[in-house]
Nanobody, 115 residues
Framework: QVQLVESGGGLVQPGGSLRLSCAAS????????MGWYRQAPGRQRELVAT???????VYLDSVKGRFTISRDNAKNTAYLQMNSLKPEDTAVYLC?????????WGQGTQVTVSS
């Protein structure tokens, strides 16, 4: 059984920073893609950032230059450094992994950006 443990969410003022982490455990032979989606009330879920096992990254246009995704393959852990946060970044951030033909979702962590 694969488990995802997310951490790092919280309340931050505009312009502040947060660092999210997502650690995968269980029977994992090939962790192909790791990343985060986010969802705010009344809005569609959107892809924030992903990173492949080889280090290739994809970002939502609105977070480019502010967010950086990375991973530690030895620990099966991904990190999302979020800088210059804006109120519109407020959402539940959901870790996602894709491994050997199957995707898994984390429980999500709340990020609130407010003054």
């Amino acid at each position: 059984q694969v488990q995802l443990v997310e951490s790092g969410g919280g309340l931050v003022q505009p312009g502040g920073s947060l660092r999210l982490s997502c650690a995968a455990s269980g029977t994992i032979f090939s962790l192909d893609v790791m990343g985060w989606y986010r969802q705010a009330p009344g809005r569609q879920r959107e892809l924030v950032a992903t990173i492949t096992s080889s280090g290739s990254t994809v970002y939502l246009d609105s977070v480019k230059g502010r967010f950086t995704i990375s991973r530690d393959n030895a620990k099966n852990t991904a990190y999302l450094q979020m800088n210059s946060l804006k109120p519109e970044d407020t959402a539940v951030y959901l870790c996602y992994i894709y491994t050997t033909g199957r995707g898994y979702w984390g429980q999500g962590t709340q990020v609130t950006v407010s003054s």
